[in-house]
């Protein structure tokens, strides 16, 4: 997976000191990372070239004038005033929902996504529709269970009951070469 240091390599490499870290944001692209919209939801955007700054500046911001504001006039400058540029995001998402904003930057056809919080994610429709969930039996009962990512269209992944704690340990044991007085022992013991 070293091909995805690349840029951070190159940066540091030929650049003379690492990337600052930035969490979800890019370090090297602005604005480009996760935004709050006024209903608490969090959407995720990425803007890639000059084109899609001046959209984003009119269509989303609705602030035309920013695309020439001399601190924004190049991603390096929106780079270098990123607490700047961050605060007029954040106060012109304030007022807009999550859908909103999303509807807007589709609209501008700047790359973008909604960001779920686990229970959004866990309850989320494409995966119902997917068949991405099987019930699966364990000591707790049935659980709901994530399918795995990649198959085959005629092989069905096998997905048996969760065991107990401890269930299998003997006959691990055994298949190791323990012998059973042993695991008796250790079991008296509270090794295992």
């Not at 399918?147 to 005629?154: A, H, K, L, S």
Request: hydrophobic share 40%; proline share 7%.
């Amino acid at each position: 997976w070293a091909e995805w240091m690349g840029s951070p390599a190159y940066y540091t490499g030929y650049g003379g000191a690492p990337l600052p870290r930035t969490g979800a944001r890019h370090a090297a692209i602005a604005p480009y990372g996760p935004y709050a919209a006024g209903d608490g939801h969090m959407v995720y955007l990425g803007l890639q070239n000059e084109r899609e700054w001046a959209r984003f500046c009119a269509e989303v911001l609705e602030q035309p004038a920013l695309t020439v504001d001399p601190r924004f006039s190049s991603n390096a400058l929106r780079v270098e005033h990123h607490d700047e540029l961050e605060t007029i995001i954040i106060q012109a998402f304030a007022g807009k929902t999550a859908q909103q904003v999303v509807n807007r930057l589709e609209a501008a056809q700047i790359a973008n996504a909604r960001m779920n919080t686990v229970d959004e994610f866990l309850d989320h429709p494409q995966l119902a529709e997917r068949g991405k969930w099987k019930m699966v039996d364990s000591p707790a009962g049935p659980l709901r269970a994530l399918v795995p990512p990649f198959g085959f269209d005629d092989v069905e992944p096998r997905m048996g009951r969760i065991p107990a704690v401890g269930e299998h340990t003997e006959n691990i044991l055994s298949e190791l070469g323990i012998e059973r007085d042993t695991i008796a022992s250790w079991r008296r013991e509270g090794i295992v």
